[in-house]
Structure formats: structure tokens, C-alpha cells
């Protein structure tokens, strides 16, 4: 492994490049552990369309190799790579950027004016600033640092 990255970087820096050829946006790339098992997760996404099955598939089958060549990861893992999802948590300045003008919530670690959660949609994202419009017109800035998480509120109507 590189000096100084993580592997979740190392892998990024992998899976990005084939990602940009394959007309995919890269969300996120994490390292996780659940119960005994560890698993390395490629989310991707698309500008205006879901992702199909079968571009998890292809994509998963051009850098499977690619990452075991770099060897980022000394231990066993199981390698995923899915759709980003619907209520997807927001991380990076991208993915406000991408979802700008969608309806979000941001769940607060602390209450401002004796609230926890703020919902309304999202018109921006500047150093750290995330800025929501309220259901009754008012614009909300808070700071992300200061959120528990922002997620897409894209799943809650379906059933």
C-alpha cells in the first residue's frame, strides 16, 4: 500500500479512471466490517438514470483485477459494487453538487432552534456550508460538520 493513503483512496484512484470511461459517476468507495467479514464497496451512479445491473458487472470485472495488481488490502475482504441507492447519504462536495435542487435531511448532532432535523431542498454546498430551502421559502445554511448525516429524501413516498 501506498505510504500515507488509505486503501480506500488507493482503490478510488483505481476504479475512477474506468468509471469516467464508462459514462459512471464513482459515489463512494468504502471499507467495512460487518459481523466477521470485511467488505469493499464501490457505490456508483449516473447523471439523470439509474445504474443497471449489468454496469455493476462490468465495472466489478475491469477493476477486480486492477485492485488485486495493487494489493491495497492485506487482509480478506468480498469486493460489491452497486447503485449508490435511493436515500443515499451526501459525503462529499460531488454529491451536493450532483444533487442540488433535490429534496434532502439533514439530521443534526445538536438541535438549532430546538430542532434535530432539517428537511427542504438542497441549493447548495460551499467550504463545509450546506444550504436548504425550507417548505416555507426560508433558506437554512448549516455547517456539515455540525450534521449526524444529509440524505437524499428519495425513498420515503415509494409504497
Given at each position: 500500500?501506498?505510504k500515507g493513503?488509505?486503501?480506500t483512496?488507493?482503490?478510488?484512484?483505481?476504479?475512477?479512471p474506468v468509471c469516467d470511461r464508462?459514462?459512471?459517476?464513482l459515489?463512494?468507495?468504502r471499507?467495512?466490517?460487518?459481523?466477521?467479514?470485511?467488505?469493499l464497496r464501490v457505490?456508483?451512479?449516473?447523471?439523470n438514470?439509474?445504474?443497471?445491473?449489468e454496469?455493476?458487472?462490468?465495472?466489478?470485472?475491469?477493476?477486480?483485477?486492477?485492485i488485486?495488481e495493487a494489493?491495497?488490502?492485506?487482509q480478506?475482504?468480498?469486493?460489491?459494487?452497486?447503485?449508490?441507492?435511493?436515500?443515499r447519504?451526501?459525503?462529499?462536495?460531488?454529491?451536493?453538487?450532483?444533487?442540488?435542487?433535490?429534496?434532502?435531511c439533514a439530521?443534526?448532532?445538536r438541535?438549532?432552534?430546538?430542532?434535530?432535523?432539517?428537511?427542504?431542498?438542497?441549493?447548495?454546498y460551499?467550504?463545509?456550508?450546506?444550504?436548504?430551502?425550507?417548505?416555507?421559502g426560508s433558506?437554512?445554511q448549516?455547517?456539515?460538520?455540525?450534521?449526524?448525516?444529509?440524505?437524499l429524501?428519495?425513498?420515503?413516498?415509494l409504497?
Amino acid at each position: 500500500m501506498a505510504k500515507g493513503k488509505k486503501a480506500t483512496e488507493i482503490v478510488e484512484e483505481i476504479v475512477q479512471p474506468v468509471c469516467d470511461r464508462m459514462g459512471l459517476i464513482l459515489w463512494d468507495v468504502r471499507f467495512e466490517k460487518e459481523g466477521p467479514d470485511w467488505f469493499l464497496r464501490v457505490f456508483i451512479d449516473k447523471d439523470n438514470e439509474g445504474v443497471y445491473i449489468e454496469e455493476c458487472e462490468n465495472l466489478s470485472r475491469e477493476v477486480d483485477p486492477l485492485i488485486d495488481e495493487a494489493d491495497p488490502i492485506s487482509q480478506n475482504y468480498y469486493f460489491e459494487v452497486s447503485s449508490a441507492g435511493l436515500g443515499r447519504k451526501l459525503t462529499k462536495p460531488l454529491h451536493f453538487e450532483k444533487k442540488a435542487g433535490q429534496e434532502v435531511c439533514a439530521r443534526l448532532i445538536r438541535a438549532i432552534d430546538g430542532q434535530k432535523e432539517i428537511r427542504g431542498i438542497l441549493k447548495g454546498y460551499d467550504d463545509g456550508v450546506v444550504s436548504i430551502e425550507k417548505e416555507d421559502g426560508s433558506l437554512r445554511q448549516i455547517n456539515f460538520k455540525d450534521t449526524s448525516y444529509i440524505k437524499l429524501c428519495d425513498d420515503e413516498n415509494l409504497f
